[in-house]
C-alpha cells in the first residue's frame, strides 16, 4: 500500500488519515522515520492502536531571579492599566506575553505621570518602566530593593520616594534636571550619591543609612549654590558622619541641613559652631528639627 508522508499535518494511508498531536507545529526527520516504519511493518491501517506522539516539551520552571522578575512586572502592569488586571505569569510564555502588552501600550504608557508601587514587596523593578518616558512622580517606597531601578529614560522626574528598602548601591538617576524631591532614607547607603547639577531640587533627604560621608554639593567649577540655588532641605541625620564636607556651609542660610545622631565627636561640634557665623547656626543642626 502506498503512503504519503506528510511533516506538519500528519499522515496519509488510502482514505485513512492519522492526525498529530495538535500541539505539535513541526515532526521531526526522525519521527517522521518512526511513523514510516511502523507502516511498513502493518499493513492494514486497522492493525495499528496507537500512533507513536512526541512528548510534550516540559515546561522549564523559572528561576528565582526570573520569578522576582515576573512578579514585578505584572505589578508594573496592573498599575499603569488597573482595568486590565492579570495574574501573576508561570512561565515564560506569560511574562512574554505581559512583554508584549507593555511594547503594544508604549504611546498610552507615554501618558503616564505618576506611578505608586510602594508596600508591594518588590524585590526588583523591571526594565519596562523606561516606556514610562513622562513619568513625574515615582514612589517606591517600603519594598524590598536592594538596588536602586534603572531609571536613564525617566528624564522628566521630578519626585522620587525609594526610601524603606534595603538599597545599598548610590543611583544613578540623580543627575535628571527636574528633580525636586528625592527620598532615600531608610536604606543602606555607605557611599553618599553623585548629584548632578538639580536646578529644581528642593528637598534631599539620606536620613537612616550608613554613609560615612556627605555627599559632595559643589563641582570643580561651580559652588554648590550655583547647583542647587532651590535646595531648602538636606536631611543626613542618624548616619555614621564624623565630619561635614565644607561645601555645606555655602547651601546655607537659606538651606536647613539636618544632621542629628551621628557619632561627631564633642571637639568637632564646638570647633564647627565657633568656626560657623552666627546666623548660619540655627540651619546648621546637630541636635533637633
Known amino acids: 500500500m502506498s503512503f504519503i508522508s506528510n511533516p506538519i499535518t500528519g499522515v496519509i494511508i488510502g482514505?485513512?488519515?492519522?492526525?498529530?498531536?495538535?500541539?505539535?507545529?513541526?515532526?521531526?526527520?526522525?519521527?517522521?522515520?518512526?511513523?514510516?516504519?511502523?507502516?511498513?511493518?502493518?499493513?492494514?491501517?486497522?492493525?495499528i492502536h496507537d500512533i507513536p506522539q512526541p512528548a510534550p516539551s516540559p515546561e522549564i520552571p523559572l528561576s528565582a531571579h526570573e520569578m522576582q522578575y515576573a512578579d514585578a512586572l505584572v505589578k508594573l502592569y496592573n498599575c499603569c492599566f488597573p482595568d486590565e488586571r492579570r495574574e501573576f505569569p508561570e512561565s515564560y510564555a506569560d511574562i512574554g506575553q505581559i512583554q508584549s502588552l507593555m511594547v503594544r501600550n508604549r504611546e498610552n504608557l507615554k501618558l503616564i505621570q505618576r506611578l505608586d508601587l510602594s508596600h508591594q514587596n518588590l524585590q526588583m523593578i523591571p526594565a519596562e518602566i523606561n516606556f514610562l518616558v513622562n513619568l513625574q512622580?515615582?514612589?517606591?517606597?517600603?519594598?524590598?530593593?536592594?538596588?536602586?531601578?534603572d531609571l536613564d529614560a525617566n528624564t522628566q522626574l521630578q519626585i522620587a520616594d525609594l526610601s524603606y528598602n534595603r538599597i545599598e548601591?548610590?543611583?544613578?538617576?540623580?543627575?535628571?534636571?527636574?528633580?525636586?524631591?528625592i527620598n532615600l532614607s531608610?536604606?543602606?547607603?555607605?557611599?553618599?550619591?553623585?548629584?548632578?547639577?538639580?536646578p529644581e531640587l528642593i528637598s534631599l533627604d539620606l536620613s537612616h543609612n550608613l554613609l560615612t560621608r556627605c555627599p559632595r554639593f559643589s563641582?570643580?567649577?561651580?559652588?554648590s549654590r550655583g547647583l542647587y540655588p532651590n535646595l531648602l532641605f538636606v536631611q543626613l541625620e542618624f548616619n555614621s558622619l564624623r565630619e561635614i564636607s565644607t561645601d555645606i556651609a555655602d547651601l546655607m542660610p537659606s538651606c536647613v541641613v539636618r544632621l542629628k545622631n551621628n557619632p561627631f565627636s564633642d571637639e568637632y561640634?564646638?570647633?564647627v559652631a565657633q568656626e560657623e557665623d552666627r546666623d548660619l547656626r540655627p540651619h546648621f543642626q546637630f541636635f533637633g528639627f
Not at 186 to 198: A, D, E, F, R, S
Request: glycine share 4%.
Open 137 to 149: 512622580r515615582l514612589d517606591l517606597s517600603h519594598n524590598n530593593l536592594t538596588e536602586a531601578p
Open 219 to 223: 563641582s570643580d567649577t561651580e559652588l
Open 15 to 47: 482514505a485513512g488519515f492519522y492526525m498529530l498531536a495538535p500541539t505539535i507545529g513541526k515532526v521531526s526527520a526522525s519521527l517522521s522515520q518512526k511513523i514510516t516504519d511502523i507502516f511498513r511493518r502493518f499493513r492494514n491501517p486497522a492493525e
Open 269 to 271: 561640634q564646638q570647633q
Open 169 to 181: 548601591r548610590r543611583p544613578s538617576f540623580l543627575d535628571h534636571p527636574h528633580l525636586k524631591r
Open 186 to 198: 531608610y536604606n543602606q547607603l555607605k557611599k553618599p550619591p553623585y548629584l548632578g547639577k538639580l
